[in-house]
């Protein structure tokens, strides 16, 4: 008989498993083994360490993003109720004393008492002008009939209210980007020089058409006001639940864009300015709902939880666009104290004896609010709300007016203050860095030297020294020194529109006396920058 070994299975070798190929045969796994290694399985972190820290420290920057946005946003709306409250305050003191002197110093001239030879001077035509303004605007504002107006916005229909709204969001910027230009164009025709040749129409034509602006921003904005009441005091909540959605849907068209800082920072102050004029809106449609309730107390308690939602939902909206959009550009947190600084410069600036324009034209120009409208809205409605009868009404009104004086020297000396510390230390910051760099550019080797050096001539450098100017001080001592001890400020403005970069932030060379010399020498440190290898050697010899 034959004998038969044992059987081989297909495609194997009697060599032992291997195919005819010479390749080994993948191992068969089973079922169970499958689930014990799913179960078992294990993996290290640590291999991606720089990934996972990145990521770690993004979502504690997203956290801390909130905190940042939201102090930038309360000290530019300090600014804001410091320009709105310098129109009730003392704009119209400085209005009179114009008057004053512009009755009284010819008369003065005439008998040799003063030897100037102007009637007003620059900033008190531009307190005359605004005070002009302002009494047209509010007088011609009489004449609308905004109990009409409540009547028709509320007969309308929630979607139509709803397009309306947005409508009148888009006109407010438009008008808020274009209303300064005519009101710096007004007072620059009235204060130019005679001397020079005539380019313009003439006064009274410029004062007209700024009388016309801020009518029609007024009416613009009492439109939204009335939208606004209607929203909140109707018995659903469909257009106020709308009106509010709005806000997210603004997260689409701004998160997804690309920006950078200064793009960044013309959003942030448009935030500013429109945090604020939602606060001003509020509050007249608590006066205006108050009024038709006779001032009862309850009314009020209805009415806050609806306001506060607004708000609320304004400040989440923000935060969360703020975010997301540092997040998706790389955009550090540190960069809104830059913001802060910007503003606290601006407020230092405006407060010079011979400052190149008053805080509030530079609040206008910087986050584009203009003060004018608003005040013309609020002395509209509490015309209107409020009635003054007797010596008793007249001595509430003087209290109340008394109240406004108090709360904004308070609110001029918190930012005053404020500004001062944030320009301290920016100036520290400053220094700092430029102690620091010429240690790090004196530890290179000859070799690596930038070759910048040799456009500069070999002489012994004078050692500068940058004495601490005595108004950037966090004390209220000094603030005080500033307003009364200025020196004129440099030929040249700090900030003229808001698309400044912030890479230049700081005051002009002017203020701080910097020279030729300084100015080279700040050149050389700036161009000791380590060149990187580029050639083969150099690779090799690093």
């Given at each position: 008989?034959?004998?038969?070994?044992?059987?081989?299975?297909?495609?194997?070798?009697?060599?032992?498993?291997?195919?005819?190929?010479?390749?080994?045969?993948?191992?068969?796994?089973?079922?169970?083994?499958?689930?014990?290694?799913?179960?078992?399985?294990?993996?290290?972190?640590?291999?991606?360490?720089?990934?996972?820290?990145?990521?770690?420290?993004?979502?504690?920057?997203?956290?801390?993003?909130?905190?940042?946005?939201?102090?930038?946003?309360?000290?530019?709306?300090?600014?804001?109720?410091?320009?709105?409250?310098?129109?009730?305050?003392?704009?119209?003191?400085?209005?009179?004393?114009?008057?004053?002197?512009?009755?009284?110093?010819?008369?003065?001239?005439?008998?040799?008492?003063?030897?100037?030879?102007?009637?007003?001077?620059?900033?008190?035509?531009?307190?005359?002008?605004?005070?002009?303004?302002?009494?047209?605007?509010?007088?011609?504002?009489?004449?609308?009939?905004?109990?009409?107006?409540?009547?028709?916005?509320?007969?309308?229909?929630?979607?139509?209210?709803?397009?309306?709204?947005?409508?009148?969001?888009?006109?407010?910027?438009?008008?808020?980007?274009?209303?300064?230009?005519?009101?710096?164009?007004?007072?620059?025709?009235?204060?130019?020089?005679?001397?020079?040749?005539?380019?313009?129409f003439g006064v009274i034509p410029h004062l007209f058409l700024a009388v016309f602006y801020v009518v029609s921003h007024t009416i613009l904005v009492l439109l939204q006001a009335t939208t606004l009441n209607v929203a909140i005091n109707s018995s659903n909540k469909a257009l106020l639940t709308i009106m509010m959605s709005n806000n997210f849907i603004e997260l689409k068209g701004s998160v997804f864009k690309r920006f950078g800082k200064n793009n960044l920072f013309q959003m942030s102050c448009s935030d500013v300015r429109e945090r604020f004029t939602y606060f001003i809106l509020l509050l007249t449609v608590i006066i205006q709902t108050m009024k038709e309730y006779s001032w009862k107390g309850e009314r009020f308690w209805i009415l806050l939880p609806d306001c506060l939602l607004v708000l609320i939902s304004e400040v989440v909206v923000d935060c969360v666009k703020h975010a997301f959009i540092t997040r998706f550009n790389e955009i550090p947190t540190e960069v809104y104290h830059e913001y802060t600084v910007s503003l606290a410069y601006d407020l230092a600036c405006s407060k010079h004896k011979n400052a190149f324009s008053d805080h509030s034209d530079l609040v206008a120009r910087r986050m584009g609010f203009i003060p004018l409208p608003l005040s013309v809205l609020i002395y509209r409605i509490a015309s209107q709300s409020i009635w003054i009868q007797g010596l008793f009404g007249v001595f509430l009104l003087f209290l109340g007016y008394v109240c406004l004086v108090s709360l904004k020297v308070l609110n001029s000396i918190v930012i005053l203050g404020q500004a001062c510390n944030l320009i301290e230390q920016h100036q520290k910051g400053k220094g700092a860095k430029a102690a620091q760099q010429p240690q790090r550019s004196s530890s290179h080797p000859p070799s690596r030297r930038p070759s910048s050096e040799k456009l500069v001539p070999t002489q012994t450098s004078k050692s500068v020294t940058h004495s601490r100017n005595p108004s950037y001080t966090g004390s209220l001592t000094d603030v005080a020194s500033i307003i009364l001890n200025q020196q004129p400020l440099g030929p040249q403005p700090i900030f003229c529109n808001s698309t400044v970069s912030l890479n230049s932030l700081g005051l002009n060379e002017g203020q701080y006396g910097l020279t030729e010399d300084n100015l080279v020498d700040i050149a050389r440190k700036l161009s000791c920058v380590e060149p990187i290898p580029c050639s083969k050697e150099s690779i090799q010899t690093e």
């Open positions: 008989m034959e004998a038969h070994g044992p059987r081989r299975q297909p495609g194997q070798t009697a060599a032992g498993g291997r195919s005819s190929s010479g390749q080994k045969s993948t191992p068969r796994v089973s079922l169970f083994q499958y689930f014990r290694s799913e179960l078992t399985r294990s993996y290290w972190l640590e291999n991606d360490e720089a990934r996972y820290s990145e990521r770690r420290e993004k979502v504690y920057t997203f956290m801390k993003m909130p905190w940042d946005v939201e102090k930038f946003i309360l000290y530019g709306s300090l600014q804001c109720l410091d320009a709105f409250l310098f129109v009730f305050t003392f704009l119209p003191l400085r209005f009179l004393l114009a008057i004053w002197f512009l009755v009284s110093r010819p008369f003065f001239r005439l008998f040799g008492e003063t030897k100037s030879s102007r009637v007003l001077e620059p900033a008190e035509i531009c307190d005359v002008l605004k005070g002009v303004t302002l009494v047209s605007s509010g007088f011609l504002m009489m004449y609308i009939d905004t109990s009409m107006m409540y009547h028709v916005i509320k007969s309308q229909s929630v979607i139509k209210l709803y397009i309306f709204f947005n409508m009148l969001e888009v006109a407010d910027r438009l008008l808020s980007a274009f209303g300064q230009d005519v009101l710096d164009t007004l007072f620059w025709t009235a204060t130019e020089t005679k001397e020079r040749k005539r380019e313009h």
